[in-house]
């Protein structure tokens, strides 16, 4: 029992780690992406485009390191759970980017909002929601067949 601890603690170790470096790059692209652009540049462009890769990074890093710490996972249950995570959350962030651009398409619409777009956007809105449900269904589903489905929960209610 000693060995996984003690891998699960280099992991851990790992993980902060990375964090930290992320951390450290992201403050050096906040500070450089200061420098006075104009905003339609290509350059500013970049930076934001920088920013945005860098704060995910932080986020999914930290993200890994609360799942890490909470879910009590076997080496045998880490080695099937951190692939489906990493698909899980592939697949999450792909429909995050449609709940984003139907955000984005609300607000562009906001001022002149007619019944019929504001019922395309509700009902675009309630699709994702139920692709996400599904989404959860499907990995409760995976994960249960490599864990304890107490473990799985576990993970679903981490990740809310």
Do not use: C
């Amino acid at each position: 029992m000693k060995t996984v601890k003690k891998t699960d603690q280099m992991n851990l170790n790992r993980i902060v780690s990375l964090f930290a470096v992320a951390l450290i790059l992201l403050a050096g692209v906040a500070l450089w992406a200061q420098s006075p652009r104009s905003p339609d540049s290509p350059e500013a462009k970049l930076d934001r485009g920088n920013l945005r890769a860098f704060v995910e990074l932080a986020l999914k890093t930290q993200k890994a390191i609360i799942l890490a710490q909470n879910m009590e996972l076997t080496e045998a249950e880490g080695a099937e759970f951190w692939p489906l995570q990493r698909d899980y959350q592939h697949e999450l962030t792909r429909l995050d980017d449609q709940r984003l651009a139907n955000l984005k398409d609300y607000a562009t619409h906001y001022e002149s909002m007619t019944d019929q777009k504001a019922a395309e956007l509700v009902k675009r809105s309630l699709d994702l929601e139920k692709k996400r449900t599904e989404l959860k269904r499907k990995y409760f589903k995976k994960m249960s067949k490599e864990m304890p489905a107490k473990k799985a929960a576990r993970f679903f209610q981490l990740d809310n």
